[in-house]
Structure formats: C-alpha cells, structure tokens
C-alpha cells in the first residue's frame, strides 16, 4: 500500500511513469491508519543534468524509517530519486589545417597528456572527432590535442610534435588560437571570454580567436590563419631546439622536466610573444605577391627567428622557470606584519651601489575587508656618495612620468601605494602605481636560513634575465669575495620566485622637455630633392641650423599636418664615418619617431661607419583618413639623423580623449616596433605633444627575490643601512 502511494505521488509530480504509480496494492488492500493518513511527504529528484524536482505526498502515509525502492530513498518524510547520468556526445574539429589521427582527450588532472582513464580519441579526416562523456564531465576539463609526428596536418605528414588545447567551456574547435585563449586564462584567472577577447586584442585580429577559421577566404579569416600557422610553426622550431636541453634534464629544483612542463613553458612563452608574433602575421597575409610555397617559407624563417628574438628561450632559462613553477605557492594572504623583498640590486663599492625593493609597514600587510594589501617601491641609488630615492622607473630622471589612472593623470612619488587582492587561495591580483599596471601574480619561497650569503646570491645570479634594469647574472656585489664564505642568513630568510602576468596597462608619457615633440616648418616637412642646386626649403638645413627650422606643435593635428613622409634628398656626403648612401635622404623633417631597435639595420656595402646599426623606427600620416603608413630608418652616426627609410608596413590611428588631454594611438604596428614592449602613444596636453609609451598587456615577468629579512642580512654585510618599511 506504501509503494502504491509513494509511486502515484511520482507520478503526479512527473517523476515516474504511470506504470509504475498503478502497481502494487488495490481495492483489496488493507486500509491505512489513522497516523498514516496525517502524514505529509515531500519528494525531490535529481535528473541526469542536475535538475532537481519536489512533490508533496498529503496522507500518504509515509513514516519517518528510511524507505528505499527503485533508486529512491526516503527518510524522515522526504523522498530523493536521483537519476544515472547521461553520457553526451561532444562533436569537435581540431584544425591547423585539418589534423587528421590526432589524440584529443579532457585533461581531467591537468598534467598536459592523456593519460589512460581520460577521456579520449582521435580525429578523423577532416579533423573531426566525437568524444562520449558522462554529462557530469561536459564543460569540467580543458581539451588537449596531442598532434604527434602519426598525425597529418591537411595533406602534409606532421614532422615535429606539438600540442594544442581549448577551453573547457568552448570544445567544439581546437585551434592554435584557442591554445592561447585557454593560456591566457591560466595566467590571468579569467574567463574564457575575457581572455578570448585579450588575445584577439593583443594579435590585432578582427575575427575570435575561438573562431574556426578553416575555409574562410576573407582577409581577417585569412590572417587568423597565418597567425595559427605561425604558432605551430614556433611551437615545432622552440620544441626541437630546447627538448634535448629540457626534457630529461633536472629542472632548477633539481626535478627531472618532462615533455609536459616544456609544452607548457612554450605555450606560455607564446602568449608572451604574441604581439610580435601578430605583427609578422599580419605583414605575410597582406602580401599578396606571396605564393603558398613562400608563404610557408616565410612562416618558417620567421618561427626560427622568433626563438631568441620573440620567445628569448634557451634550455637553461626554461628549466630554470620549469622548477620555479614547481614551487608550492604561498598563500595569497596578508600577514599583519611589516615585510618586503629586494628585487634588483648592484654594488661596486660602498659608495655606488643601487637597489628597488617593494615594502609593506604592518598596517600595510593588514588585510582590509576583501583581503586587499598594500606596497609601495623605493629605488635607490648612491653614486660617488651622492644618495637619492624615489618611487617609480629605474632612471631617476623619470620619477615624475604621468600615466592615466582612469579619472586623472597621475605620478607615484616615493611612498604611493600600489595594491595586491587575494583572487584565490594562492593567487592574487594586482595594481601596480595606481593603475599603471594590473594583473595576476603568484609566488612561491625556499627558506634558506642557515644558508651562507655567498651560496644564495650564486644561486640567484642563475636565474634567467633581469630586474629593474639589473640582470640576475651581475646581481649583488661585483667582488662576491665581500659576501664572504662563512657569512648566513638568519632564521626567516628566504629566497623569493614572483610572476606576473600583465591584463591592463595605461597610457603614459614623460614630462621632461626632451620629450616634447618638435617639428619642422611646413616648407622644410615637404621635402623635395635638393640635388644639382635645386632651390627646396629643406635643403638649406643643415645640422647647425636645425632649431631654427623648428616649430613646438600644440594640437596632434599640427604635427600630423607636417608629417606626411616627404623626404629631402641631398648628394652624396662623406665624414670621419664615412660615406653615404649616393641618394642620401633626410626623414626627420616629415615623419616622426617610434622608438628604434638596437642592431636590427645591417651597414650598406660601401658606407663604412657612417650609419649605426640601430634601426629607427617612423611613422607618417596620410593625406585624408586616419591612414598611417610604418618605416624602418638608418641612423647617421655623427648626429643621430633619420636617413633613408624603407617602408615596413601600414596601419591607422586614433585620438582619444584622456582628462584634460588627447591621446593618440596606433594599429598594427610592426615588428621592429612590437619587439620593444611598449607602444608609442603621443599625448597633448598643455599646449605640448609629449612622446608617451603604454607597456605590453600580456608581458609575463619571473623574477627572484630576498625578503625583508634576506635582505638586510646582505645590507648588513655590506654596511648599507638595513631596509626600514615606512
């Protein structure tokens, strides 16, 4: 009688079929007690998504005694059925071109390969595959594609292994460019839209990166493509450079690196070098005079050169940040105690020697409500006796950069505030300087109390790079004699490994006078060929009279007005250096300055010295529009003049309003123009256009580190007055 009631409830409430509700019981069954009648029951079931459904059962008779039958189980007057999963089909394509025999599984425990007991399978023809999954699983795991040399890449046999991944919530494509968005969501702690949206920014495409972009003939499908090749290609040329030095070889720790740790150290290096990487990208699927063939040699050439220029890897700098990685992280907590570490730091002698430590006073350290915690920097630097500090940039003489914080154009002298919040239990989220920068961070520390000055700095000094202009391989005392071999570290010392992972920067200038831009007169920027006597303004300039050819433009439209990239051209020069190029073109008259690249111009046969090798990068504006077309320049070495351009690409611009300034912007800058980290940006205000920059989102930093107590155990050795929060 029971059953029969508790089934017809179900039923009711559409959980059962009527079948069931009807069994058991009838006009011959005993009746129930009065006590059986005053119950009430409430029924919940749990179906195969998760969905739960509740019915009450009045006078069912149902006592408290658990109560069990066809998966359902009541107690207590409350009756749960809960269904079996269901097991999904997820339809998925894995594409560079079409990747036919590659493994794809849900990397269930994280560690970058399909092990047995992950789901899995392989990809068909057209790179298509459908993995069965329990509907408890769907959108849990990131997808991994292990593409190894049995796999074929369109109709091309896959030659060197590589790996791609998307994101657990986005799984019909898998594509080098949702590698990257499943990357940057690591890094970050983001969402998947949130970092598909950052790295089609940072590559400069129109199209999702999420997209598959397979079949597509339209010009930004078209460079989503050159990008995923590119990608692979770097990926396979870092892979077969560094594996021998890297998987197999004991990692900083002292850990055996795997295949897994170098996939992930190369994909994250990717997200690092995307910028430049976008650039090249862009520059090969705008040439239409490429055919497939050279486009593929292209790729290739550029993907080799990428390694040390874009991706700066080598098997000691990956192992190194390998075992880094490794690391148990601390906790992203505050402490309530005065703090901080040493990051950069060179000592000649007692009297030259330069630091940049970040502190924390105990109030500092305070966690407020949701767990913020604050910092400032302090740089300092004692030259020939001379002490100063400040509070931003390596150079002193660029403390007093502004940068727009979001509601004003701001500084940070020494003792500003930058700001850390916890975003998961080891993880933190950072603005640095007032919003100059933001990001993620993570940290990890060895203790080293006991350990001896000299064996902890040797030790720091092979950690790959640099910091705050000082690389690691210099860092501390030029004579490590001074350290002594005896000297330790105290109890609570500890050795410190930080990364960072830049998501937002501002727009930035210097407010010196030598950042203020000039320009030439109308006459002078329109350049003409002053060979054979020709009577063109320009060609009375020379470089002692320079200044007086010069205007100080208050709007950015006055500059882009004389900045049309209109050279003048002289005859053949000769000096000390030696001798020009026989068309010998003047462009500082008409184009304006981007940065420059060290070493990136070769010196033309016959010229000898009268060029450097630094390449000077340019931009000029078009007649209507916002057209902005980029140059690579020679430099003079006598007076640092911009000669004879070669044009390297095109892109446009735009100005927007900041406060009380105008800030100008570019697009698809080039290469040349992306390897330097930052981008140029031209900011008026005041009746002036100061020369700015705005740093790289996506930069990865790994620095090494001693904190506050580490830190004054060198000072102390080296008789620098101990590191005081304030």
């Given at each position: 009688?029971?059953?029969?009631?508790?089934?017809?409830?179900?039923?009711?409430?559409?959980?059962?079929?009527?079948?069931?509700?009807?069994?058991?019981?009838?006009?011959?069954?005993?009746?129930?007690?009065?006590?059986?009648?005053?119950?009430?029951?409430?029924?919940?079931?749990?179906?195969?998504?998760?969905?739960?459904?509740?019915?009450?059962?009045?006078?069912?008779?149902?006592?408290?005694?658990?109560?069990?039958?066809?998966?359902?189980?009541?107690?207590?007057?409350?009756?749960?059925?809960?269904?079996?999963?269901?097991?999904?089909?997820?339809?998925?394509?894995?594409?560079?071109?079409?990747?036919?025999?590659?493994?794809?599984?849900?990397?269930?425990?994280?560690?970058?390969?399909?092990?047995?007991?992950?789901?899995?399978?392989?990809?068909?023809?057209?790179?298509?595959?459908?993995?069965?999954?329990?509907?408890?699983?769907?959108?849990?795991?990131?997808?991994?594609?292990?593409?190894?040399?049995?796999?074929?890449?369109?109709?091309?046999?896959?030659?060197?292994?590589?790996?791609?991944?998307?994101?657990?919530?986005?799984?019909?494509?898998?594509?080098?460019?949702?590698?990257?968005?499943?990357?940057?969501?690591?890094?970050?702690?983001?969402?998947?839209?949130?970092?598909?949206?950052?790295?089609?920014?940072?590559?400069?495409?129109?199209?999702?990166?999420?997209?598959?972009?397979?079949?597509?003939?339209?010009?930004?499908?078209?460079?989503?493509?050159?990008?995923?090749?590119?990608?692979?290609?770097?990926?396979?040329?870092?892979?077969?450079?560094?594996?021998?030095?890297?998987?197999?070889?004991?990692?900083?720790?002292?850990?055996?690196?795997?295949?897994?740790?170098?996939?992930?150290?190369?994909?994250?290096?990717?997200?690092?070098?995307?910028?430049?990487?976008?650039?090249?990208?862009?520059?090969?699927?705008?040439?239409?005079?490429?055919?497939?063939?050279?486009?593929?040699?292209?790729?290739?050439?550029?993907?080799?050169?990428?390694?040390?220029?874009?991706?700066?890897?080598?098997?000691?700098?990956?192992?190194?940040?390998?075992?880094?990685?490794?690391?148990?992280?601390?906790?992203?907590?505050?402490?309530?105690?005065?703090?901080?570490?040493?990051?950069?730091?060179?000592?000649?002698?007692?009297?030259?020697?330069?630091?940049?430590?970040?502190?924390?006073?105990?109030?500092?350290?305070?966690?407020?409500?949701?767990?913020?915690?604050?910092?400032?920097?302090?740089?300092?630097?004692?030259?020939?006796?001379?002490?100063?500090?400040w509070g931003f940039h390596g150079d002193s003489a660029r403390a007093g950069d502004l940068h727009w914080n979001g509601t004003a154009w701001s500084a940070c002298p020494?003792?500003?505030?930058?700001?850390?919040?916890?975003?998961?239990?080891?993880?933190?989220?950072?603005?640095?300087?007032?919003?100059?920068?933001?990001?993620?961070?993570?940290?990890?520390?060895?203790?080293?109390?006991?350990?001896?000055?000299?064996?902890?700095?040797?030790?720091?000094?092979?950690?790959?790079?640099?910091?705050?202009?000082?690389?690691?391989?210099?860092?501390?005392?030029?004579?490590?004699?001074?350290?002594?071999?005896?000297?330790?570290?105290?109890?609570?010392?500890?050795?410190?490994?930080?990364?960072?992972?830049?998501?937002?920067?501002?727009?930035?200038?210097?407010?010196?006078?030598?950042?203020?831009?000039?320009?030439?007169?109308?006459?002078?920027?329109?350049?003409?060929?002053?060979?054979?006597?020709?009577?063109?303004?320009?060609?009375?300039?020379?470089?002692?009279?320079?200044?007086?050819?010069?205007?100080?433009?208050?709007?950015?439209?006055?500059?882009?007005?004389?900045?049309?990239?209109?050279?003048?051209?002289?005859?053949?020069?000769?000096?000390?250096?030696?001798?020009?190029?026989?068309?010998?073109?003047?462009?500082?008259?008409?184009?304006?300055?981007?940065?420059?690249?060290?070493?990136?111009?070769?010196?033309?046969?016959?010229?000898?010295?009268?060029?450097?090798?630094?390449?000077?990068?340019?931009?000029?504006?078009?007649?209507?529009?916002?057209?902005?077309?980029?140059?690579?320049?020679?430099?003079?070495?006598?007076?640092?003049?911009?000669?004879?351009?070669?044009?390297?690409?095109?892109?446009?611009?735009?100005?927007?309003?900041?406060?009380?300034?105008?800030?100008?912007?570019?697009?698809?800058?080039?290469?040349?123009?992306?390897?330097?980290?930052?981008?140029?940006?031209?900011?008026?205000?005041?009746?002036?256009?100061?020369?700015?920059?705005?740093?790289?989102?996506?930069?990865?930093?790994?620095?090494?580190?001693?904190?506050?107590?580490?830190?004054?155990?060198?000072?102390?050795?080296?008789?620098?007055?101990?590191?005081?929060?304030?």
């Amino acid at each position: 009688m029971l059953l029969k009631k508790v089934s017809q409830a179900l039923a009711a409430a559409g959980l059962l079929g009527a079948g069931l509700a009807g069994c058991g019981g009838g006009a011959d069954a005993p009746s129930t007690s009065a006590t059986e009648k005053a119950a009430s029951v409430m029924v919940s079931t749990t179906g195969p998504l998760g969905a739960t459904s509740t019915a009450s059962l009045a006078s069912a008779g149902v006592s408290d005694a658990p109560i069990m039958f066809n998966g359902t189980t009541a107690t207590g007057g409350v009756i749960t059925t809960t269904a079996p999963p269901l097991t999904l089909s997820q339809p998925i394509r894995v594409v560079d071109g079409p990747l036919r025999n590659a493994l794809v599984c849900l990397d269930a425990n994280g560690n970058g390969a399909c092990d047995s007991g992950e789901v899995q399978g392989r990809s068909g023809a057209d790179g298509r595959l459908t993995l069965q999954m329990s509907s408890t699983i769907v959108g849990k795991y990131p997808l991994l594609a292990v593409v190894g040399t049995d796999a074929v890449d369109g109709t091309t046999a896959v030659a060197t292994r590589f790996v791609l991944m998307a994101p657990a919530d986005q799984a019909a494509v898998v594509t080098p460019l949702t590698t990257l968005v499943q990357a940057w969501a690591e890094l970050a702690g983001s969402t998947t839209a949130v970092a598909a949206a950052a790295v089609q920014s940072a590559a400069g495409l129109a199209v999702s990166p999420l997209k598959d972009y397979t079949g597509a003939t339209d010009a930004a499908s078209v460079r989503a493509a050159t990008l995923a090749r590119l990608l692979v290609l770097a990926q396979q040329q870092a892979a077969s450079a560094l594996k021998a030095g890297v998987v197999g070889q004991k990692d900083f720790n002292g850990v055996v690196a795997t295949q897994a740790d170098l996939d992930k150290a190369l994909r994250y290096a990717l997200v690092d070098a995307l910028p430049s990487l976008g650039a090249v990208a862009a520059a090969t699927a705008a040439d239409t005079t490429l055919t497939a063939a050279t486009r593929e040699a292209a790729l290739l050439a550029a993907a080799k050169a990428a390694i040390g220029a874009d991706l700066k890897l080598d098997a000691g700098k990956v192992l190194t940040l390998i075992g880094a990685s490794k690391l148990p992280l601390d906790a992203a907590a505050g402490t309530k105690l005065a703090g901080g570490n040493l990051r950069g730091f060179t000592f000649s002698d007692a009297n030259n020697w330069f630091f940049r430590a970040n502190l924390s006073t105990a109030a500092d350290n305070t966690p407020g409500a949701d767990g913020t915690v604050r910092y400032y920097s302090r740089f300092e630097r004692n030259a020939a006796g001379k002490v100063s500090d400040w509070g931003f940039h390596g150079d002193s003489a660029r403390a007093g950069d502004l940068h727009w914080n979001g509601t004003a154009w701001s500084a940070c002298p020494l003792g500003t505030r930058s700001t850390q919040k916890p975003q998961t239990g080891t993880r933190w989220t950072y603005s640095y300087c007032a919003g100059m920068e933001q990001g993620a961070s993570w940290h990890s520390s060895v203790d080293v109390s006991g350990k001896t000055l000299l064996e902890v700095v040797t030790r720091l000094r092979g950690f790959p790079g640099s910091a705050d202009g000082v690389p690691y391989a210099q860092w501390g005392p030029s004579d490590l004699k001074l350290l002594g071999t005896t000297a330790k570290f105290p109890t609570g010392a500890k050795l410190q490994f930080s990364t960072g992972f830049a998501t937002a920067t501002a727009p930035a200038y210097d407010v010196q006078g030598s950042a203020i831009a000039t320009a030439y007169t109308a006459a002078v920027a329109a350049g003409g060929d002053a060979r054979n006597g020709a009577k063109v303004a320009c060609g009375a300039v020379t470089p002692t009279n320079s200044a007086t050819y010069k205007t100080t433009p208050a709007k950015l439209e006055d500059l882009v007005a004389v900045s049309r990239g209109t050279p003048c051209i002289y005859g053949t020069s000769t000096n000390a250096d030696g001798t020009s190029l026989a068309r010998n073109e003047w462009w500082s008259n008409s184009t304006v300055s981007l940065g420059k690249a060290t070493g990136a111009m070769a010196q033309p046969a016959g010229t000898g010295n009268y060029y450097t090798t630094t390449a000077l990068l340019r931009v000029a504006f078009g007649t209507t529009g916002n057209a902005t077309t980029y140059y690579k320049c020679l430099e003079r070495t006598s007076d640092g003049s911009t000669r004879n351009c070669t044009q390297i690409g095109k892109g446009t611009y735009a100005i927007a309003t900041l406060g009380d300034a105008r800030v100008m912007s570019f697009t698809d800058l080039p290469l040349l123009s992306q390897r330097q980290g930052w981008s140029r940006v031209l900011v008026q205000r005041g009746g002036k256009i100061y020369f700015g920059y705005q740093n790289r989102v996506g930069a990865i930093s790994s620095q090494a580190r001693l904190n506050l107590t580490a830190a004054n155990a060198v000072f102390g050795q080296l008789k620098i007055s101990p590191l005081t929060p304030q």
